[in-house]
């Protein structure tokens, strides 16, 4: 709870000077304040696992009062589904658009469903955190790794790569989460295919694995010792849940670890246009993308922001990325493939 | 005759909101294709091997669902109808609780309890025999059964204590004088009677599993397979197969009706006119030195529907780790805090949820009340078509009605979809005919002679209505009022496919917390939704124990 | 106080015309019974003199006011008649008093006092003082019935409809209401409507009884008339027991049935056309064989059957040369045994011609 406060805090302070610092930009900054607090909310569907995702909405709502966040947090596909649907009776609720399955985005953009819009200070961003047509940027990164169970092995018996998996001694033991639920999964499943071919989740398959929804899930199902490796799943929830003092260690293995880069980006039907862009600035800023890193453990492409101690650094890991194209194309082939190995 | 003409088109609008436009634009997607009518969708749905399974998997569901609800349900009726086992009231009020259980919060609970690995009954099993292996594996086909079924069964249960309460003990006893020895009774009397109770409770029981969504998504998804709701929910997932889903929809639908009609055919072959002798006594048999075996026989059963479920859903939302012991430090508040104060759904959640509960149940009291009025007393006519309509929803499976609303109400020209009232529209439907059936109930027990006599002594008909059968008749619609915002705040599987992200319900945010692994915040929300439920119970309760009709002696 | 005109009313449901073509009349405070088997329509005349039914055909008329007729039915509550249900229709959830009182209620110009006043003393009259708190659910059957003609009464209806009121009681109480209805009648003198399908409990309530059959009036008059008189074979057979003999009239005041000639109690039959004739049993006078020779109206014939009643015995009597068998009531002496020869003599008065067939 203090720790909360103290963070939030932080942020308004911050707030406030960078408000001095661009004291140029204020008179603009006043006007687009002034309509988005006449709009009174920014409506976020997120897959940012829900404590992370509400955090960052009191943040914001403290930076800001009068802007209310309404977030809807489901898992990337859901999201997706939900937008969907929701245009198809015409209802247009949605003003910012976040999951992890960049493919998701370049959907949204072909249908003509995203607004341009660049976030102030994401020129500094890596490439890959940014779309070549300005419409989708990356709001924070994860990658996929093994979790496992300390009090069911000790880090010597741990599985250090993608391959230990398919040992059959981990027959009963193994969870994974779902590409039809989680974006971070479906690139994870893609990455992995690119690395070892259908053949190993075939393989994976063997090991009777438990299937949940959310990639944040796996890391849960370790805690609670119900399996005792996760197989995948964004290395950003077991960070938290190990620090929450959960008994699990998270693994990076050597062959590398899939990057999932989570865009986010505003639609063109927007309700709230000028409270989305308020918004979305926002998240770019170094202090919500520092508050990220800090206590979610996530990583960013923000290049001023430090990670805790305890978390390798991106550029130490060696990194599998796909294109939000790819994923775009074969995420139906992702899907059935999965369902035809796992079962569900 | 304008009377009719009023009540028809009102029925008749309501029909077509209801029932007739949703199955209506159903059964056409199903069949419809870019160019014309095709049975393609069907071609692709039953040529799917997955979709096959899915199909498989739920007739072994619902069938061994009916066979262990019936193996729970009929010895647990005949114990507290027939024995002198101690704590009668005890075992039905518990058999009440399983019945008002929302059935996925109880398959949550178990997988805290059964999970093979960290479930709370394994490890402890663990911890006492050594054993490397589980006690229980909850995610299975048996461990789905065993769920499904424990919440099942009170629909036998009701069937058959129901029946056995009216078969009088002169009927056995006329058997025992002519010689036949105790289990030659059961066999040739006893159980031919209940028989047409015990046939009709398994029906009902295969139809709630038929119909079931949470459950077979907690535990049968995890494990790797799905069933016929489940599939169809996925269906909806991007891009959406919306004319597969429809055709997947129509099995359910005819087995639905198919065994309504045979439960219909069974109860009605041997009338219960037979069984209903009103003089005869009911002797209670003595147990002897069972009673106590059986009382805790009885005990059991219950506590994996109610205690353990219950025990680890309060454990669970008062601790930091569930699967760890109740220690000072995994004690904490703040799964409290966290569901009502921090995440900004449960509050809109728990809003959407009474506002809907209440809503359909006052609309659908007042509907299902002038209904059953207007059948029982005849006032229209085809009155026999009315009630009929009125109980018609049964045969429609949450998440196929689902299905159908979502198709008619997402286009033009009534665009409902993203409102509560699509939710409004379900929930209606679905709960129409309980309500129905208890209001007619009502209305049966009112002679119309109780009407009648006030009318010829000089009041006219509205202030009957007011003086004599709103007070005969409160009761039972106040109580028509409880069964249909029970039915309503529990319902997933119809809105787990009609909401969005500003009409979520609790159930919804339950199963949303669900796929996130937030385990804590379900338990709160679980118990706020039990003691949500327990309280309209209690209300009922109330409602028929007191001022109504026959029991003021 | 008017009395109730019945102008061919006709009333049906779907297929079944329950009441086809009634006509009937009741004379003001006149306590009428309709009396007919099950199914014939009775609760259903009742109904449409209520005003709970529409008639499709036909008038209801109560003195000069016409209060049905298919064009317009005047509304139960403005017919100023009051009802006694065969289950009595008591409100549950009003007590003994409040039940009573109800009717009261939409009399103009009583005072609270009058109204309480009134049921009182009706609750007197019923025998019922002092169960003004009770609950209907608190009384016995016959108490309830009390308080059913209790809240009828006391409204001084126009006109009193009672729809097997005494069937739900046992015998005796049966017998015992029976009596206090009529003086309860003699006391009030409402223009009274009874239904029963009891002709004892006909016989000994009413003034007049109207026999229906099939939605119609098959014969209305005195117990006296319809016992004595009956005009059909069904009223013959309905009230009390007959014997009915088919025959053919062979001269205007005897009829033939095989060899046997009878003389009747008219002289305007038809020679040549189908009669039957209705023999009461307690009418034919047995006696030794010799005695009855000669004479009009005397057979032969031999006891097949006797069974013994008490103050009665009723037999079963062969007449000789014919296939004849008629029922008999003697007194218990003398005595004749089964397979004696007996003499019967039937008085010509009492072979009653049914000249008019039963509506079909
Ligand atoms: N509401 C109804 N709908 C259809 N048919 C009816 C209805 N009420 C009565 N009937 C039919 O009309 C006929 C006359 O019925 P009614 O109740 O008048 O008979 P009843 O003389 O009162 O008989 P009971 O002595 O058995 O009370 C019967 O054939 C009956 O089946
Ligand atoms: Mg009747």
């Known amino acids: 709870m203090s720790k909360r406060s103290m963070a939030l805090a932080a942020v308004v302070v911050a707030a406030l000077l960078a408000g001095l610092v661009v004291a140029g930009d204020a008179q603009t900054q006043d006007a687009r304040l002034e309509a988005a607090k006449k709009e009174g909310k920014v409506v976020w569907y997120t897959s940012l696992v829900l404590p992370s995702a509400e955090r960052v909405a009191k943040l914001f709502e403290a930076a800001y009062p009068g802007v209310k966040v309404e977030v809807h947090r489901t898992g990337s596909q859901r999201i997706l589904q939900r937008v969907m649907q929701e245009l198809q009776a015409n209802i247009k609720n949605v003003d910012v658009v976040h999951t992890s399955d960049a493919g998701h985005f370049v959907l949204l953009k072909d249908k003509k469903l995203l607004a341009k ?154 309700p709230h246009p000028n409270a989305a862009r308020l918004f979305t600035d926002f998240t770019f800023t170094r202090e919500c993308q520092q508050v990220m890193a800090d206590s979610e453990g996530l990583y960013t492409g923000h290049p001023e922001v430090t990670y805790p101690a305890d978390k390798p650094k991106l550029n130490e890991l060696k990194l599998l990325t796909v294109t939000p194209e790819e994923l775009e194309k074969r995420n139906e082939e992702l899907k059935k493939r999965f369902v035809e190995f796992f079962g569900a | 005759m304008d009377r009719s003409v009023a009540v028809w088109v009102f029925a008749a609008l309501s029909l077509v909101v209801l029932m007739a436009l949703p199955l209506g634009w159903l059964g056409w997607l199903s069949v419809s294709g870019e160019h014309g009518a095709t049975l393609a969708h069907y071609r692709d749905v039953f040529t799917d091997l997955a979709l096959r399974k899915a199909l498989w998997n739920t007739v072994v569901l619902a069938f061994w669902v009916g066979l262990v609800s019936v193996a729970l349900g009929a010895p647990l009726a005949w114990l507290t109808a027939r024995t002198d086992i101690p704590g009668r009231g005890l075992i039905r009020g518990l058999v009440l609780a399983s019945f008002v259980t929302p059935p996925f919060l109880g398959a949550f609970a178990w997988v805290m309890l059964a999970g093979p690995n960290a479930g709370i009954l394994n490890t402890l099993w663990r911890s006492v025999t050594g054993s490397r292996e589980p006690l229980l594996n909850i995610f299975t086909m048996p461990g789905l059964i065993f769920i499904v079924a424990i919440y099942t069964f009170p629909y036998v249960y009701i069937m058959v204590a129901n029946t056995l309460a009216l078969i009088a003990s002169d009927l056995e006893e006329a058997a025992a004088i002519l010689g036949a020895g105790r289990l030659t009774v059961a066999r040739t009397v006893t159980l031919p009677m209940v028989l047409p109770a015990l046939a009709s409770g398994f029906i009902l029981a295969v139809l709630q599993a038929l119909a079931l969504f949470g459950s077979p998504a907690i535990l049968a998804l995890p494990a790797g397979f799905h069933t016929v709701t489940t599939q169809i929910w996925s269906l909806f997932q991007f891009p959406p197969k919306v004319e597969q889903a429809a055709a997947f929809s129509i099995p359910l639908l005819l087995a639905t009706a198919l065994l309504l009609q045979v439960q219909k055919r069974v109860l009605g072959r041997r009338g219960y006119a037979a069984v209903g002798g009103k003089g005869g006594q009911r002797r209670t048999i003595p147990l002897g030195a069972w009673r106590f075996p059986a009382l805790f026989a009885c005990l059991a059963v219950m506590a994996c529907a109610i205690f353990l479920p219950y025990g680890v859903l309060a454990k669970a939302a008062f601790a930091r780790a569930w699967a760890q012991p109740l220690s000072r430090d995994n004690l904490t508040l703040g799964n409290f805090t966290f569901t009502f104060f921090e995440y900004g759904a449960t509050r809109d959640a728990i809003v959407n949820t009474l506002e809907l509960g209440v809503m359909t149940a006052c609309v659908g009291a007042v509907m299902v009340a002038v209904l059953s009025y207007v059948t029982n007393r005849r006032l229209v006519v085809g009155h026999q078509l009315v009630a009929f309509l009125a109980l018609a929803p049964v045969v429609v499976p949450g998440v196929v009605l689902a299905v159908g609303l979502f198709i008619a109400y997402t286009r033009p020209p009534f665009v409902l979809y993203g409102t509560l009232w699509i939710l409004f529209l379900a929930y209606l439907t679905k709960e129409m005919p309980v309500g129905y059936a208890q209001a007619d109930a009502t209305f049966r027990a009112i002679p119309a002679d109780l009407e009648d006599a006030g009318r010829v002594l000089g009041a006219g008909r509205l202030r009957i209505l007011k003086e004599v059968t709103a007070p005969l008749a409160k009761s039972g619609i106040i109580a028509a009022w409880c069964f249909i915002f029970i039915g309503v705040i529990r319902e997933l599987s119809a809105s787990i496919l009609l909401f969005t992200p500003s009409t979520k319900v609790m159930s919804v945010v339950i199963f949303d917390l669900k796929e996130e692994g937030q385990f804590g915040a379900i338990s709160v929300l679980g118990l706020v939704m039990l003691g949500l439920t327990f309280a309209t119970v209690a209300l009922v309760q109330a409602a028929l124990g007191r001022d109504v009709l026959g029991t003021r002696k | 106080m008017p009395g109730v005109i019945l102008k061919s009313l006709s009333k049906r449901y779907g297929d079944v015309g329950a009441v086809d073509g009634l006509s009937l009349e009741v004379k003001p405070g006149e306590l009428l019974a309709l009396l007919g088997p099950s199914g014939c329509g009775k609760t259903t005349t009742l109904r449409l003199v209520a005003g709970f039914l529409a008639p499709e055909a036909g008038e209801i008329w109560v003195g000069d006011r016409c209060l049905s007729s298919p064009a317009s039915v005047v509304p139960p509550e403005r017919r100023r008649m009051a009802m006694i249900f065969q289950s009595y229709a008591l409100w549950p959830h009003m007590t003994v008093a409040q039940n009573v009182a109800y009717g009261l209620r939409f009399k103009p110009g009583l005072s609270r006092g009058d109204r309480e006043a009134r049921v009182r003393e009706m609750l007197r009259v019923v025998q019922l003082a002092g169960y003004e708190r009770r609950y209907p659910g608190e009384l016995s059957g016959g108490q309830q019935q009390r308080v059913a003609v209790a809240r009828a009464l006391v409204v001084e209806p126009e006109i009193l409809l009672l729809d097997e009121p005494l069937s739900n009681l046992d015998a005796n109480l049966r017998e015992e209401m029976r009596f206090e209805i009529r003086r309860l009648h003699e006391t009030f003198g409402n223009t009274t409507l009874y239904v029963t399908h009891d002709q004892g409990e006909a016989m000994v309530i009413s003034d007049r009884i109207a026999v229906l059959k099939a939605g119609k009036v098959a014969q209305a008059g005195t117990a006296d008339d319809l016992y004595h008189r009956p005009r059909t074979r069904f009223v013959a057979e309905f009230i009390g027991r007959t014997n009915v003999l088919d025959g053919v009239a062979v001269a205007r005041d005897t009829v033939a049935h095989g060899h046997l000639r009878l003389r009747v109690a008219t002289a305007d039959l038809e020679p040549g056309a189908r009669v039957a004739l209705s023999i009461r049993p307690h009418q034919l006078r047995l006696g030794e064989p010799g005695a009855a020779a000669g004479g009009a109206n005397a057979f032969r014939g031999t006891v097949r059957r006797a069974a013994f009643l008490g103050d009665s015995v009723d037999y079963e009597i062969a007449v000789a040369d014919s296939d004849l068998v008629l029922r008999a009531a003697a007194a218990p002496t003398p005595r004749f045994e089964v397979g004696a020869a007996v003499g019967l003599r039937i008085e010509p008065a009492a072979c009653v011609p049914l000249a008019e067939s039963d509506p079909r």
């Open chain 1, 117 to 270: 819009y660049t976030p102030a200070g994401v020129d500094a961003f890596p490439a890959g955190f940014k779309d070549r047509d300005g419409y989708y940027y990356g709001l924070r990164a994860t990658v996929n790794a093994i979790t496992y169970n300390t009090k069911a092995m000790s880090a010597a018996e741990a599985p250090k790569t993608w391959k230990d998996l398919l040992d059959p001694k981990w027959k009963g033991k193994l969870v994974t989460a779902h590409p039809g639920y989680s974006g971070v999964i479906a690139t994870h499943v893609l990455a992995l295919v690119h690395l070892h071919g259908w053949d190993y989740f075939k393989a994976l398959a063997e090991n009777r694995v438990m299937i949940v929804q959310s990639a944040n899930d796996p890391a849960t199902v370790v805690s609670s010792g119900e399996r005792i490796v996760a197989v995948n799943g964004g290395d950003y929830s077991a960070y938290q849940l190990k620090k929450k003092g959960n008994p699990i260690e998270i693994v990076y293995p050597k062959e590398g670890v899939p990057l999932v880069v989570s865009p986010t980006a505003i639609t063109s039907f927007a």
